[in-house]
């Protein structure tokens, strides 16, 4: 891996995946405490109709993810609170739309479009310089706005009726929190595809949930889960010929089944023991 590091391709990938570790550690853990894991795969989805419009109108694909996919998820969270609808059906909804309007702006682009791959499957070795400023931009966007409203997120999470009671702006925090997971979303489409990013934004922060129950330390141990399996899982791609981002996913998931039967093993020892006592 140190001999890897003297490609410029290779580092770009390591920065990407430390960056990107950040906002899932700290998103992630929101996502999995208010259950809404399927949210992110259907804004996940949807951010490729701005792959689509960035092609189809010669701007950035990245820039045009992150438009639309802000768009959708606050469409879906407003359209959702005020209609009552079920969230799984405006998910889906969404999903097919956003996919939908990608793949038909693509269509009509004309050209050669080569890279199309590395958004569905991610392609974090091909992480230019430019999307690192980008990422880096949206971690501090990201970090700054958890911490200023972490107390009012906390509530919303645990409770909302007494968020709503104790006068949170539940309504203004549950459409900020939603944009946060878009920005995430954007973030890791270029390190592991739309197809796999639901498994790095959740698996991380699901494992540290087991351990702990402070949410800033399930935070910070989800970013620290997120940068092994990123940086273990280039390393594995890399000295087997892999993809690269596949191969993270994979990582991530061996984690998270060692992890469950960890706690089942403590568990049982637990048990074992309480017996023996009594």
């Not at 050669?112 to 931009?137: C, E, H, N, Q, R």
């Not at 498994?199 to 402070?214: H, K």
């Not at 690269?244 to 960890?262: D, H």
Request: proline fraction near 2%; charge should be neutral; glycine fraction near 12%.
């Amino acid at each position: 891996m140190i001999q890897a590091l003297q490609y410029e391709f290779m580092r770009n990938a390591l920065l990407a995946g430390l960056l990107v570790s950040i906002a899932c550690g700290v998103i992630g853990a929101f996502v999995v405490l208010n259950r809404i894991v399927f949210i992110s795969g259907g804004i996940a989805h949807a951010a490729y109709g701005g792959v689509g419009l960035g092609y189809f109108f010669g701007f950035s694909p990245v820039l045009g993810a992150v438009g639309f996919s802000l768009l959708a998820a606050l469409g879906m969270s407003l359209v959702q609170r005020r209609t009552r609808q079920r969230a799984d059906t405006l998910i889906g909804v969404l999903w097919a739309i956003g996919m939908a309007i990608g793949i038909i702006l693509i269509d009509l682009t004309p050209g050669y479009k080569a890279d199309l791959l590395s958004y569905l499957f991610g392609s974090i070795l091909a992480v230019p310089t430019g999307d690192l400023w980008l990422m880096f931009a949206l971690d501090v966007v990201i970090v700054t706005l958890v911490a200023l409203l972490y107390k009012e997120l906390l509530a919303l999470s645990f409770d909302e009726t007494y968020a709503t009671i104790a006068n949170v702006p539940v309504g203004a925090l549950t459409l900020l929190l939603i944009s946060l997971i878009a920005l995430t979303v954007v973030m890791l489409m270029r390190v592991v595809g739309l197809i796999l990013l639901i498994a790095l934004l959740t698996i991380p922060a699901a494992i540290a949930g087991q351990f702990v129950r402070d949410m800033r330390a399930m935070m910070l141990l989800g970013s620290g889960l997120s940068i092994l399996f990123t940086t273990l899982g280039l390393w594995l791609s890399y000295t087997l010929n892999l993809t690269s981002g596949a191969t993270i996913i994979l990582v991530s998931a061996a984690a998270f089944l060692a992890s469950l039967g960890l706690r089942a093993l403590g568990s049982r020892a637990a048990g074992a023991t309480g017996e023996y006592g009594a």
